[in-house]
């Protein structure tokens, strides 16, 4: 009996692997290349799952693989990139699966924003803009500030926060030089602090299992800098948020599965950010298995079995909060090491540098979540108190880069090693 999981994220695939042993399952993950999961597979016995190495961009090709694969009951598609193919491939294979018209509306995060604003759950809508000449219908229909940003955007790129009619000007005239997943379309820029709430649904009821911090960096960038799991919001408040979740997920017809809800906590309230129909990245799933004291992936593949997961009901023994800092280099260039690791051991919090690039990998982007080549991981009491530890930790290290080769170097000397 097999539980096929289409690519996956970074981190958790180990405790993926463990809750399907629970459940009697064998875990079988289809990727284009399997060194993505090199930290996570290395700290599993070789027999542990099934790695099918295909081009997971190719729906025909994996829906082969997967008629060709013995007793498979499920399919888990755990990322942006691959949700909607996930979504095809459950359907047409008539496994358990959220419903794919809603999931293509969750990719589309305009029409996420003006389903919400239609239900009275927001107070901005989205309108969808062509490049320069389109001034005047951002200022019109949404007005400043703004965000600018692709519909199928992920990892806070392509996003441009726009305060005036100058920085408005120049957004619309880098947008047009940009390969977009989707559409570009503008909405209200919410001021206020960033979270992200990490929730279970189920059946149309959702649970709330708790709300990360997110700490970005200074505008007018939106790069994901440290998270923290989970925040002590006051029980009545976060009641609140928990039926403000609920009516949220109901009113884009979300109603199974575990979903990642970023939301600015403004003035006026809650104001969603957008809303994803997974578990959350970088180490939140890492973050929920040890803050609530339970493997939540057994819930991913109960879900993925068509089956009501325990989670929603049970009770959680909990653990330790949690705190990660995800670490960019100073500038980019070739990837070449991180400085200071061998000083974790000593700092308080149990520290850990979960590593994401390799010696040798580029590193362009630093505006956004592409730039960071590992994150530091620490513990405390509260999250607050994970989060001094994370930041001290990360503090002592150094991401190194070197700067990248001129045009006439070889292949090489390009590898930076």
Same mark, same amino acid.
């Given at each position: 009996? !097999?539980?096929?999981?289409?690519? !996956?994220?970074?981190? +958790?695939?180990?405790?993926?692997?463990?809750?399907?042993?629970?459940?009697?399952?064998?875990?079988?993950?289809l990727?284009?290349?399997?060194?993505?999961?090199?930290?996570e597979?290395?700290?599993?016995?070789?027999?542990a799952?099934?790695?099918?190495?295909?081009?997971?961009?190719?729906v025909?090709?994996?829906?082969? =693989?997967?008629r060709?694969t013995?007793?498979?009951?499920?399919?888990?598609?755990?990322?942006?990139?691959?949700?909607? *193919? +996930?979504?095809?491939?459950t359907?047409?294979?008539?496994?358990?699966?959220?419903?794919p @018209?809603?999931?293509?509306l969750?990719?589309?995060?305009? *029409?996420v924003?003006?389903?919400?604003?239609g239900?009275?759950?927001?107070?901005?809508?989205?309108v969808?803009?062509?490049?320069?000449g389109?001034?005047? $219908?951002?200022?019109?229909?949404v007005?400043?500030?703004a965000? %600018?940003?692709?519909t199928?955007?992920?990892g806070?790129?392509?996003?441009?926060?726009?305060?005036?009619?100058?920085? %408005?000007?120049?957004?619309?005239?880098?947008?047009a030089?940009?390969e &977009?997943?989707g559409?570009l379309?503008?909405?209200?820029?919410?001021?206020?602090?960033?979270y992200?709430?990490?929730?279970?649904?189920?059946?149309?009821?959702?649970?709330?299992?708790? $709300? !990360?911090s997110r700490?970005m960096?200074?505008?007018?960038?939106?790069?994901e800098?440290?998270t923290?799991?989970?925040v002590a919001?006051?029980?009545?408040r976060?009641?609140l948020?928990?039926?403000?979740?609920?009516?949220?997920l109901?009113?884009?017809g979300?109603?199974?599965?575990? *979903?990642?809800v970023?939301?600015?906590?403004t003035?006026?309230?809650?104001?969603?950010?957008?809303?994803?129909?997974?578990?959350?990245?970088?180490?939140?799933?890492?973050?929920?298995?040890?803050?609530?004291?339970?493997?939540?992936?057994?819930?991913?593949?109960?879900?993925?079995? +068509?089956?009501?997961?325990?989670?929603m009901?049970?009770? &959680?023994?909990?653990?330790p909060? $949690?705190?990660?800092?995800?670490g960019?280099? @100073?500038?980019?260039?070739v990837?070449?090491?991180?400085?200071g690791?061998?000083? %974790?051991?000593?700092?308080p919090? !149990?520290?850990?540098w979960?590593?994401v690039?390799? =010696?040798g990998?580029?590193?362009?982007?630093?505006?956004?979540?592409r730039?960071?080549?590992g994150?530091?991981?620490?513990? @405390?009491?509260?999250?607050?108190?994970?989060?001094h530890?994370?930041?001290a930790?990360?503090?002592?290290?150094?991401?190194?880069t070197?700067?990248?080769p001129?045009?006439?170097?070889?292949?090489?000397?390009?590898?930076?090693?």
């Open positions: 009996m !097999s539980v096929v999981c289409l690519e !996956s994220l970074t981190f +958790g695939l180990g405790h993926l692997v463990r809750a399907a042993g629970t459940l009697g399952e064998r875990l079988v993950l990727t284009r290349d399997p060194s993505w999961y090199t930290y597979l290395e700290r599993l016995a070789a027999d799952l099934d790695v099918v190495e295909t081009d997971t961009f190719d025909e090709r994996v829906a082969e =693989v997967l060709r013995s007793d498979v009951r499920g399919l888990i598609s755990s990322t942006d990139t691959w949700t909607l *193919a +996930g979504a095809d491939l359907d047409r294979l008539g496994l358990p699966g959220t419903d @018209a809603v999931l293509r969750t990719r589309d995060k305009a *029409a924003r003006n389903h919400l604003h239900a009275g759950l927001t107070r901005g809508r989205a969808e803009v062509a490049g320069r389109t001034e005047e $219908v951002v200022l019109k229909e007005g400043l500030p965000v %600018l940003k692709d199928a955007g992920t806070s790129q392509n996003v441009w926060l726009v305060r005036d009619g100058v920085e %408005l000007a120049g957004a619309l005239d880098e947008a030089g940009r &977009l997943r559409r379309f503008a909405e209200p820029y919410f001021s206020g602090p960033v992200s709430a990490e929730t279970l649904t189920w059946a149309g009821r959702t649970r709330l299992l708790g $709300v !990360s700490l960096s200074p505008e007018p960038y939106f790069r800098e440290v923290a799991f989970p919001f006051p029980e009545a976060r009641a948020l928990e039926r403000w979740l609920g009516e949220v109901a009113a884009i979300y109603t199974d599965r575990f *979903a990642h970023e939301f600015v906590l003035t006026g309230g809650p104001e969603v950010v957008e809303i994803n129909p997974r578990i959350g990245g970088a180490l939140v799933g890492e973050g929920l298995c040890r803050a609530l004291g339970v493997n939540v992936y057994e819930a991913m593949i109960e879900a993925a079995l +068509g089956r009501r997961p325990r989670l009901d049970a009770e &959680l023994p909990g653990g909060a $949690v705190a990660f800092v995800l960019y280099p @100073a500038g980019p260039g990837f070449t090491g991180v400085a690791l061998e000083r %974790l051991a000593d700092m919090g !149990s520290p850990a979960y590593p690039r390799s =010696v990998d580029p590193v362009e982007h630093l505006a956004d979540s730039g960071y080549a994150i530091v991981y620490a513990e @405390a009491e509260t999250a607050e108190l994970a989060t530890h994370a930041v930790a990360a503090n002592a290290l150094s991401v190194l070197e700067p990248f001129s045009a006439g170097a070889t292949d090489r000397e390009a590898s930076g090693g």
